[in-house]
């Protein structure tokens, strides 16, 4: 079956620009979550969505980041006045929390690279 | 605060050989994951460990917990190449609403 969708999969950008970054996650997944993964670290939490609403945005690093799930499946990333340290991988990962042992199920990551 | 601590950070190993790796987390937690990431791909899912004493295997992997010590190990039997990858634990807080949290990952190399 088909599973996290992220897109774009590479994404260059001048510092200052808007960026948004969109993940599809796995049909009837009500969890959605946000990670950003830099060179040789574990993914560092960003934001959780259950169904539309945020749950949890303590990760967001500041006012900068922005994300939504208006319609409880498809999510975006948005990212203003990008910074060079924005650069990183973002993962978006998606789970069934009505089955007790759910995982996160990532998609492959959209890399972002702020020049 | 909550923190995940893995270690070692990096392990070369020999084909065949045995090996444990760890990982620590600071506060209660009732759900630990163990993913597995290849040079630049997404994690995939490893293990589940739902409870004090969960132990699970699958192949030459197997990760136990004990969330009085707060301490998961993942375990390798006589390694092979393709077990060479990144290997991550991940603890749920509840402290509201589950977030999965990262440790460092482990680097593990499985030498010919």
């Known amino acids: 079956g088909a599973g996290v969708s992220q897109t774009p999969s590479n994404k260059v950008t001048e510092k200052g620009k808007y960026v948004e970054l969109r993940c599809d996650p796995i049909s009837g997944h009500t969890a959605l979550y946000w990670y950003r993964q830099s060179l040789g670290q574990g993914p560092e939490f960003l934001i959780y969505?259950?169904?539309?609403?945020?749950?949890?945005d303590s990760g967001l690093p500041n006012d900068r980041f922005f994300a939504v799930r208006p319609e409880g499946s498809v999510s975006t990333l948005k990212i203003q006045r990008t910074e060079r340290g924005d650069s990183a991988v973002y993962l978006c990962?998606?789970?069934?929390?009505?089955?007790?042992?759910?995982?996160?199920?990532f998609g492959n990551g959209t890399r972002l690279t702020v020049t | 605060e909550l923190k995940v601590e893995q270690n070692p950070l990096f392990l070369s190993m020999q084909e065949g050989k045995n090996y444990t790796i760890y990982c620590n987390y600071s506060?209660?937690?009732?759900?630990l994951y163990w993913y597995r990431q290849d040079p630049g791909k997404s994690l995939e899912s490893l293990f589940v460990l739902l409870s004090n004493g969960a132990v699970k295997q699958e192949g030459r992997l197997m990760a136990s917990l004990d969330t009085k010590a707060r301490l998961s190990t993942l375990h390798i039997t006589a390694a092979v190449h393709d077990l060479s990858a990144t290997y991550f634990c991940?603890?749920?807080?509840?402290?509201?609403?589950?977030?999965?949290?990262f440790g460092t990952g482990t680097r593990l190399k499985v030498l010919a």
């Open positions: 990962a998606s789970s069934s929390q009505s089955a007790a042992n759910s995982p996160l199920h």
């Open positions: 506060t209660t937690s009732d759900r």
């Open positions: 969505f259950q169904g539309t609403g945020a749950a949890d």
């Open positions: 991940a603890v749920d807080f509840a402290s509201g609403t589950y977030k999965s949290i």
